[in-house]
């Protein structure tokens, strides 16, 4: 079954691209390198890879499911990295992977969903013009994977300020959107800290694809990704911090009820003894003969009611 990629191009050292049909690896000695964007689901990728690639690499394009990697396999790499999910209906913290097989003349990415920092690449191919290498088109791909990743913790900083605001400053207790902000904080931490640690290892990992003119540049974009994950972390910390302090606030205020409940229970407690006594169908009942005997019930209760309510102040119960 033929394969159908995304896209292909071979690239020049000078940086320009062309549309190519051909989707075998570069011949032996070739300048500049061919670039192939496929797709996991495409019916022919398995076949097409199995054929043309080491078998590790093959099992690595082919995984399912995929966390942040870099691994030097011979003359190339392995990666996997993950980026935002900003395709449209998604939720951004449902990070999106891209599989990497790169040498210094073929690179081969592999997504399944739309990622936005490889489109930027693709739409500068088709433009004509690409990174010169594989290892610049890698440092071209982490920055805007970082970038992406960058926004979003910051878009999270500013959605917890003004959560605090409304917290601390306004008093107001109503935020449904509390505990889906912290979940989607720490899925987003448990993906993107794998990632730093890839990142800082594709910046010092032993292998001809990356130059030693380009690893300060990846060292950046790690420490980049290392910011974003601090960041995460401390809005982590702050969303946590507003939800103790709406649970002491909703807990002092069930205590300030239950306490003035119970205060109206023991006030009404006597005297709803006494209403029920006196409420008996029986004979003998004293003031039943009497014009001003529930009067006289009505000022005795209202009398114990207050000296009952001064007692307690008096106690320092109230």
Known sequence: MRLTPVCAFDVDPDGTARPTAALEPLPEGSRGYRWLHLNLDDPGFAEWVDSHLPPIV????????????????????????????????????????????ATQTLLITVRRRKIFAMDDLRQ??????????????LSALCDGLTERIETVSLDLDEITETMETEVYDEEDESQPELAPLRRKVIKLRRHIGPQTDALNLLAVIDTPVIPASLRPRLHENANRATRSVEELHEVRERLTAISDHLDLVQTARMGRNGFALSVIAVIFLPLGFITGLFGVNLGGIPGSQSPLGFLLLCVALSALGVGLYILMRWRRWL
Request: hydrophobic residues 40%; without cysteine; proline residues 5%.
């Open 58 to 101: 093959a099992r690595s394009l082919k995984a399912t499911e995929t966390r942040p990697r870099v691994n030097a396999h011979g003359e190339g790499l392995i990666l996997t990295l993950r980026g935002a999910n900003l395709n449209a209906g998604s939720e951004v913290e449902d990070m999106v992977s891209v599989r990497i097989w």
């Open 124 to 137: 500068e191919a088709n433009e004509g013009h690409a990174p010169p290498t594989t290892a610049e088109f």
